[in-house]
Structure formats: C-alpha cells, structure tokens
C-alpha cells in the first residue's frame, strides 16, 4: 500500500495556495506597465507564471539528465524513477513555457517565435524530448533493452542543448532577436519582482511535492508490477 | 561451468569465451553467471527444450546481447583478449564468423545469388562465380539463384541462410567460428543428410561450428554438448590440455563496409520504396506551393523564396528511411550487427542517406516557383547545387535520429519526428545561404554572412547532431 | 488602444487557463494512480507468496 507523505501534501497545498496568490496579486496588484511602450500592456502578466514554470522545467529536465546518466552507467531503479518523473514533469512545465511565450510574444510583437531565441528553442528542445520519452515509456514494454534505449535518447536530447546554444547563436548574427521574450531582468519594477518571488516559491513549493508524490507511486507500481509477475507464475504464465 | 577441452585427441585452444556472463531477453534471466569456451575445431552442440535459452547463447556468443554482467571475448596470448561484448558497452565483432539465425537474418528482396555474395564478401572471400554456382549447385539452388527470398519457400530459405554461412568456411584455409542456429528445423530429409555432411567436413578443416539443435544425428556426431536449462548449463564431452591461443586481430571489417553499401544500393535498385517514399511528399509540396499563386511567393521577404526552393527537399530528406525496415526484416539486421557491430549504425546513417534527392529537387522547385523573377542574379542557377549538397548533410542526420530511435522493440509506437526539431536550424541556415546567392550571386569569401560560410556552419551543426546520433551506444 | 488591451486580456486568461489547467491535469492523474495502487489486487504483500493449491505438491 502506497503512503503518501503527509510532507508532500503540505507542499502541494503550499504551493497551490501561494499559486492563488500569485495570479490574485499579478492581476490585481501588479502595477500597470506604459500603455505606450507596450501594444498589449494587460498582457506582460503572463510571466507571473510563464518564468517560475521556466524555472521548474529547468528543475525537471535536470533530473531527466541525471536520471538518464544514472541509468546509463550504473542502472539503478532510483535513476530510472528520476527518468520517469523528470520526463513527466518536465512534459508538463515545458508545455507551460513553450505555449505561454508564444502567447505573449503573438500579443506584445505579433510574433509566436523566434528561431534566434536560445531559451526559448532549448525549452521546446527539451519539452519534445520530454514528450518523446514519456510517450516511449508508455508505448514500450519496460525492459532494461528499453530503458537502456531511453537513457540513450535522454542523452542525445542533452547533448542538443550545447548544439542549439551554437546554432541559434549562428542565426541570431543574421536575425537579430525580433522577440525578447526571455529577457525579463532588466529594470524590473518592485512589486513586479515580489509578486514573481511569490510565483518561483509557490511553483518550487509544488514540483517539490509533485516530485515526492511521484516518486512514491512510481516506485509502488514497480512493487505492484513484481508482484503481478508472480502472480503471472501461480497461474502457469511465461 | 568452464570445460577445458580438446578436439578428437588433439590439444586446442580456445577461439571464444563467456565469461560469468548473465543474459536477459526482456525481463527474463536467460543465462545466470555462464562460463563457456569454444575451442578450435570442435563441434558444440547447444540443447535443450523450446526456450531454454539456446539462441541467446548462441546470439550471445555471436555478440548479439549486451550481458548485464560478465563479458563474451575471443582470448589472446599471455591473458589478454579481444572484447567481443560486456556490460560495459564495448563492442566488436567476431573475427572469422559466419552465423546463421533462426531467421533468415536477411531482406526478403535480396536473391539468392546476392545472398551468397554478399556472406561471402563480409567474411572478406571474394569467391568467384564458378565457385558460388558449384555451391549452389550442391545445394539445389541454382535453378533460383535470380529469384528474391521472398518468393522461395521457407525451406529453399533456410538452405540459403545455412549455405551463406557455411560456404565462407569451405572456402577458407583460415580457422573461422561457424554459428548455425536450428539448422535443421524446414530442412527435408535430403537437405537435412547435405546438411550434416557440411557440418562433418568443416569439423575436418579445423572451423569450429556451434549448433542450437534438437537434431539427434547432429548431437551424436558433436565433440562436446552443452545443456541449457533453468539459466545454467552443463556441459558433456571430453576433458584434455589446452594449449595457448595465438595472436589474432580484431577483425577487419572492410569487407563488411563496403558490402553493406552494396547491399543497401542494390536493395533500392531493385525496389525503390525509399526513394518513392521521400519523392511523393516533396512533389506534393511543391505543386501545392506553386498552386497558391507565385505573387504570395514573390512578394514575400527575399528568404521566403529560398525557404519554398529549399522546403521540398527538406520535406525528401526528414522521411523515415525504408532501410530501417529492411534491417527489421527476417533479422537482417542482426545478421549485419553482428558483422559490423557498433558500426553499422554510423555506416548505415551515411550510406541509407538520400544522396540522389536534394539537388534535382531543389532545380526543380527553382524552375517551378522562380518564375523568371527579375530580382534573381542570373548566375545563380549555376550555384544552387551547393546548398542542396549541404542537405545531404540534414539527411544522414536525419537519418541517424531515425536509426536511434527505431532500436526500441516496438519502433513504430515512438515519434521519432519530436527529435527532428533541432535540424531546423541548420535548415534555416542554408535558407540564408540560398538568399544570399538568388539575390548577391554567389562568392567565395568565408564568413558568417556569406554563402561559404553559412553552408559551412549548417553542415557543421548537422555533423554534430549526426555524431551525437551514432556515438550512444543504446544497448 | 482599447482593442489592444482586450487583445491583451484575451492572451492573459487564455495562457492562465493553459498553465494552471495544466496543474490540475497532472494532480488528478497524480490521484488517479494513488487510487488505482491502492485498488490494485497486487498491491499487498501476500500475493507474493502463493499458496499451494489443492492437489499440488
């Protein structure tokens, strides 16, 4: 029977509650930015989210790193459940990046993307190497043969991100960055930059408790899976 | 359980070890902690029921499966040796192998006659056609050596896969390893007496053969038998002194390289898929684009031109290759990894390429879709071959991500497009380029805005995207 | 001015929902594992020790 730590529902109930926040006080108390610098000023409070999930991504993909190193040279279960939950969360902040950027970038600049964007690419690098992954571990049976596969994907999905560092450098000689979409630290009001702080707690606050709770219940079906199979013997199978 | 041995009196040496080796096929230990040796000039019998594990010692002895411990090796003098497989990663073929697998571990397009060629070629013989005709001719081949394997019955199919491996080895004065697997299983009773006489004579000319087999007549006639059951083994047969191996090479695969590019090349001769596959998509493009009006072409920036000359053959070179396929096909590809080992997957990327593709599809959207622009310098019909060889570059990347991708068991069920994404950039890269030379002409100075130097850069980062593709090892 | 900034808004509630929709998904699928596991018939621990059934040795 699986037990979730009564930590990690504190986490989660933390975390969400200072995410309430964070959307309450980015709409209704962050200040309003010059209507005349920006064609869609109601819109630059995306990143009251849009950063502290770029943030828990770079969390999440770390451990998809690691994970798929672990695997790699020494196969323990603890790396291949960094894998499963790196990829899963990963996924899931990843997506939240690489579709709220482009939103504000269609409403402030007109335009969704910039090839020129480091960040921006080495996200969605990293998102669809995330959902690669996780479409693999469902779709596959969970062998070692498998999880070797993976981890080797996960590898080469890594050694992307120097690749495209270089690449999008090459091209931004000649496209010069149309969209800033990143670049969000230069003369940051106050209050703009304590309601962001609220958002990168209350974001941490969750993925560490989605993080605890995944973990717990990847490594109780991998018990369940032992199981089965031996109930799979008690019947005769293989 | 390590056996010692000799052959018929005579003292040998060991020609391939397993040692400690622990094998899983899927979640299941097949093999726990196995030590093995085949000596030079014996023949070992594998057996054991349905299952137990008789091709995996085979495959593993072949290098085939990556032991989760222990190591497969062919011993040198003074306790060295060559490291066929382990746990670690590290990987080489066999020197002087010739298997055949249960299955005919070839494409069912290749004839019979390339069949034998091509066994021939990769053990590094090149026989001569009086010689594979005799063979054949033994065999009762020859009224179907023109035909593909895939019209043959499953029995002609078997004789073909057993005469590619033997015929190697009765051609050779050199001691080789001979792995046959189920030889016997669809063979009739003829073929089946061919068969053991084969076996007999390669015994008598020092090859050392290792057979999975429930044959009896095979059984009785082996030097040793090994066992298997409940993941060990147990081996019967004489115990005599062992003498040191001598020094051997690891293998030159020469041989092996350059008839992969032949079996490759004569494979899409013969049925083009591949090159259909990748032309169809381009050409629907490319009539698409034409069809919306060559005023929104026109109109648009400078590179939006370049972009649409370009897009078809990028369109070509992302499809899936047919050559993955091919090398699922019967195990054909196991067949080749086992001769070329880690090799095949940067060989295969190279030469599985769609070379013939870019440049007259990249002429053609230029003719289609330029429309005697007057912008254009005129000069630079001439010089768009050279972004559109850069493509080659795209490809063999392209196709290496789909080759690393396709090593899952079930590789249909993954999305190997969601590792493409990073093969935009030099794509776009080469996009400027093509600008630079319909509107500036092209020059030869190097820099990051000039034609040279941005083809340079594209090729580079589709390089190293290539390298990072075929450099993990997935197993 | 006024088209931009409903234009600005759209964006907003629309990148909102996408975020904090996302969240939601991933805690219910959360919780719909922990509910499978705890259903699960293998999830105890005797089903790993069978038991030897009438007429068996």
Redesign the interface.
Known sequence: ??R?PARAIAL?ALGSGG?VAT?FLGIMWAPDVN?SQW????????IF??VP?AWTSFLAFGMLFWGSLGWYLRRTERSWRLVQSGS?LGL?FG??VI??GP??G???WGVPWD?ADLRLNTF??LT??A??IV??RR????????R??IA??G???F??VP??A???T??Q??HPGVVIIESEDSGLDPAIRAVMMVGFVSITL?FIG?TI??DK?YS??A??E??????D??DGG? | MKGPSAVGGHVSYPVLRIKGATV?R???TVMEDIDLDVMCGEMLCLTGPNGSGKSTLLETLAGLH?P?SGEVVVPLPNQESIPIRDSRGRRTPVPGLSIALQTDGACLDETVLERLKTASMVAGKSLTDETISAAMEKWALSHRSEDRLAVLSQGLRKRVSILAAILPAIQSSEPRIVLLDEPSEGLDAASRDLLHESIFSLREKGHSVVIATHDDAIIEISDRTVEISSSTISLTGPNHSVDDPPFRDATPVGGAISALGRWILALEMRNPVDTVQRIVPALLALFLLRSIGLDAISDGAPSSLAFYILAPALIAILVRPALIDRLKERRSGDWWRAHLGRSIRPLSSIVGSPWILPIPLTYLSFIVLSNGSSDIDPSAYAWLWLPALSMLDIGAAATAIHM??S????ST???AS??M??L???F??LV?ATTEILYQGMYFDIG??TPLG?II?SSL?AA??WG??VI???? | ?GA??L???T??I???V???G??VV??NW?RS??RN??N?R???LE??T?HPRDGED
Request: charged share 15%; with cysteine; proline share 4%.
């Open positions: 029977m699986v979730i989660l995410l959307i209507p064609r869609a000023p109601a819109a630059y409070r995306i989210l849009h999930f899963d899931l997506i939240g579709t709220s939103i504000w269609m409403a402030e090839w969605a690098l669809a190497l959902l690669f479409m693999a779709s596959q049976p969970d062998h070692d043969s498998t070797d596969t080797a994907v590898l080469f999905g050694i992307l690749i495209t270089v690449a999008t090459l091209y000689k000649r969750l989605f709770i995944s219940l109780a079906e018990e369940i032992l199981n089965l199979k031996a109930l013997e008690m293989e | 899983l899927g979640s299941r990556a989760r690393l991708v090593g899952f068991e079930r069920a993954v999305a969601l590792m994404a990073i935009i950039w030099p776009l890269l400027d990051f805005d941005l850069c980062i190293s995207v990072a593709a993990i090892p997935d197993e | 001015m931009s900034e234009a600005g808004e964006h907003l629309v990148a909102y996408i975020l904090i996302s969240l991933y805690g959360l594992r922990y596991i705890a699960s293998a999830s105890t089903a790993r069978p």
